[in-house]
Protein backbone atom coordinates (compact mmCIF):
# COMPACT_ATOMS: atom_id res chain seq x y z
CA UNK A 1 0.00 0.00 0.00
CA UNK A 2 2.65 2.71 1.09
CA UNK A 3 4.35 2.18 -2.85
CA UNK A 4 1.23 2.99 -4.42
CA UNK A 5 0.78 6.36 -2.17
CA UNK A 6 4.67 6.98 -2.87
CA UNK A 7 4.27 6.95 -6.55
CA UNK A 8 1.20 9.15 -6.85
CA UNK A 9 3.15 11.52 -4.88
CA UNK A 10 5.50 11.68 -7.28
CA UNK A 11 3.68 11.77 -10.41
CA UNK A 12 1.66 14.87 -8.47
CA UNK A 13 5.10 16.50 -7.59
CA UNK A 14 6.21 15.98 -11.35
CA UNK A 15 2.57 17.57 -12.68
CA UNK A 16 2.90 20.78 -10.76
CA UNK A 17 6.13 21.43 -12.14
CA UNK A 18 6.02 21.32 -15.64
CA UNK A 19 3.78 24.06 -17.00
CA UNK A 20 3.54 25.15 -20.55
CA UNK A 21 5.82 27.63 -21.94
CA UNK A 22 4.61 31.21 -22.39
CA UNK A 23 3.36 31.84 -25.67
CA UNK A 24 3.76 35.01 -27.63
CA UNK A 25 1.80 36.90 -30.65
CA UNK A 26 3.88 37.82 -33.73
CA UNK A 27 2.21 40.92 -34.87
CA UNK A 28 3.11 42.49 -38.49
CA UNK A 29 2.18 46.81 -38.44
CA UNK A 30 1.04 48.38 -41.09
CA UNK A 31 2.95 51.57 -43.10
CA UNK A 32 2.70 53.89 -46.53
CA UNK A 33 5.38 52.26 -48.16
CA UNK A 34 5.57 48.61 -47.81
CA UNK A 35 3.25 46.87 -50.78
CA UNK A 36 0.45 44.46 -50.05
CA UNK A 37 2.02 41.80 -52.26
CA UNK A 38 5.47 42.22 -50.15
CA UNK A 39 2.89 41.55 -47.40
CA UNK A 40 1.45 38.42 -48.60
CA UNK A 41 4.93 37.24 -49.63
CA UNK A 42 6.41 37.63 -45.74
CA UNK A 43 2.91 35.82 -44.71
CA UNK A 44 3.46 33.22 -47.07
CA UNK A 45 7.13 32.47 -46.46
CA UNK A 46 7.56 32.85 -42.72
CA UNK A 47 4.67 31.92 -41.83
CA UNK A 48 3.07 29.42 -44.11
CA UNK A 49 -0.13 31.27 -44.65
CA UNK A 50 -1.96 30.31 -47.86
CA UNK A 51 -2.63 33.19 -50.37
CA UNK A 52 -6.36 33.16 -49.12
CA UNK A 53 -5.30 33.17 -45.02
CA UNK A 54 -2.51 35.73 -46.33
CA UNK A 55 -4.44 38.19 -47.97
CA UNK A 56 -6.75 38.57 -45.23
CA UNK A 57 -4.50 39.31 -42.47
CA UNK A 58 -2.75 41.76 -44.97
CA UNK A 59 -6.38 43.06 -45.32
CA UNK A 60 -6.62 43.30 -41.84
CA UNK A 61 -3.13 45.26 -41.52
CA UNK A 62 -4.00 47.84 -44.05
CA UNK A 63 -7.40 48.21 -42.37
CA UNK A 64 -6.86 47.82 -38.65
CA UNK A 65 -3.06 49.20 -38.29
CA UNK A 66 -2.04 45.71 -37.64
CA UNK A 67 -2.98 42.06 -37.22
CA UNK A 68 -1.19 39.13 -35.38
CA UNK A 69 0.16 36.73 -37.85
CA UNK A 70 0.83 33.71 -35.05
CA UNK A 71 1.20 32.56 -31.90
CA UNK A 72 4.60 30.82 -30.77
CA UNK A 73 7.08 29.84 -27.93
CA UNK A 74 9.32 32.51 -27.30
CA UNK A 75 12.15 31.74 -29.28
CA UNK A 76 10.23 31.07 -32.39
CA UNK A 77 8.85 34.47 -31.64
CA UNK A 78 11.89 36.43 -31.70
CA UNK A 79 13.18 33.99 -34.81
CA UNK A 80 10.18 35.02 -36.79
CA UNK A 81 10.31 38.58 -36.12
CA UNK A 82 14.23 38.97 -36.55
CA UNK A 83 13.43 37.05 -39.93
CA UNK A 84 10.65 39.22 -41.39
CA UNK A 85 12.45 42.51 -39.96
CA UNK A 86 15.76 41.20 -42.32
CA UNK A 87 14.18 40.10 -44.99
CA UNK A 88 11.94 43.26 -44.95
CA UNK A 89 15.08 45.04 -44.62
CA UNK A 90 16.75 43.42 -47.59
CA UNK A 91 14.01 44.37 -49.91
CA UNK A 92 14.03 47.89 -49.44
CA UNK A 93 11.03 47.68 -46.89
CA UNK A 94 9.83 49.76 -43.76
CA UNK A 95 7.63 46.62 -42.97
CA UNK A 96 7.41 46.65 -39.06
CA UNK A 97 7.21 43.35 -36.88
CA UNK A 98 6.98 43.01 -32.80
CA UNK A 99 5.84 40.24 -30.84
CA UNK A 100 3.79 40.28 -27.52
CA UNK A 101 3.24 38.02 -24.64
CA UNK A 102 -0.34 36.23 -25.78
Known amino acids: ?5 ENSSVLELERS ?3 PPALY ?3 LLNDDFTTMEFVIEVL ?3 FA ?6 TQIMLKIHNEGSAVCGVYT ?3 AETKVAQVLEFSTQHGHPLRCHMEEN
Open 1 to 5: MATKH
Open 49 to 54: KTLEQA
Open 74 to 76: KDI
Open 25 to 27: KVI
Open 17 to 19: KSK
Open 44 to 46: NTF
